[in-house]
């Protein structure tokens, strides 16, 4: 079964500091890999998707990401952190073969300080 | 292009009681989803339509939970009768296809007491 560990609940970072969020995925077959945002009692909006064309991923924001498959992870970084990124972030890994639905690890906080 | 629609935005009600959900997709989006985030978790999906056909129900309480997308396009979840643990925000998203990227609801917030 397919499944991620995002490690750390909560992160905290000062403005103009890098953001590194990580992701861990555990799947038999290569998977898709996305991570999400979202704010304060809004849905989920995508930042970016990992489908195999390239193992580096630009999203929006200034956020990408690193599909690295010999350590199963997929970590989120973002150079310069912005007040505006403070956020719940979620990654998600899906079966490409099976066509399943998307599942979401337990989210990772992000608090930016001035 | 307008987004997924989901009302109502927060519902109120006591346990035993049934609640219902409505979502519109995304014009000409095939695949829809619903899933319950509980506060501090991420999203769990409950269930997943292809048109108007079930592809995966495995996670839904199916002895309380219900759901159903009549004609392929709006979708609805009904709970009855309602627990406490059923308190959460339940999302609904959707997609051009099953490995396109979902668009999501602003999710509805429900409160069980």
């Known amino acids: 079964a397919q499944s991620v560990t995002q490690l750390g609940s909560h992160v905290s970072v000062s403005e103009g500091a890098l953001v590194l969020l990580r992701c861990n995925y555990s799947?038999?077959?290569?998977?898709?890999l996305f991570w999400y945002v979202q704010y304060p009692n809004q849905g989920l909006q995508l930042l970016l998707k990992y489908t195999s064309a390239a193992t580096l991923v630009k999203g929006i924001n200034g956020f990408e990401a690193e599909f690295k498959k010999s350590e199963t992870s997929f970590h989120l970084t973002k150079p310069s952190a912005h007040m505006s990124d403070a956020a719940e972030y979620f990654c998600?890994?899906?079966?490409?073969?099976?066509?399943?639905?998307?599942?979401f690890g337990k989210g990772t906080t992000l608090s930016v300080s001035s | 292009e307008a987004g997924v629609a989901q009302s109502p935005r927060y519902k109120i009600i006591e346990k035993r009681q049934s609640v219902a959900f409505w979502c519109n997709p995304i014009?000409?989006?095939?695949?829809l989803y619903w899933y319950q985030q509980i506060l501090g978790q991420g999203p769990k999906l409950l269930i997943q339509f292809q048109n108007n056909g079930v592809v995966d129900d495995s996670q839904l309480p199916k002895d309380r939970f219900s759901a159903e997308r009549l004609k392929g396009v709006d979708s609805t979840l009904k709970i009855q009768p309602a627990k406490l643990e059923d308190s959460a925000v339940y999302l609904c998203?959707?997609?051009?296809?099953?490995?396109?990227?979902?668009?999501f609801g602003n999710g509805t917030r429900l409160t069980v007491t």
């Open positions: 998600a890994v899906s079966d490409r073969q099976a066509g399943t639905a998307l599942i």
């Open positions: 799947s038999s077959v290569p998977p898709y």
């Open positions: 014009s000409g989006h095939a695949t």
């Open positions: 998203a959707s997609g051009w296809s099953s490995d396109s990227p979902l668009h």
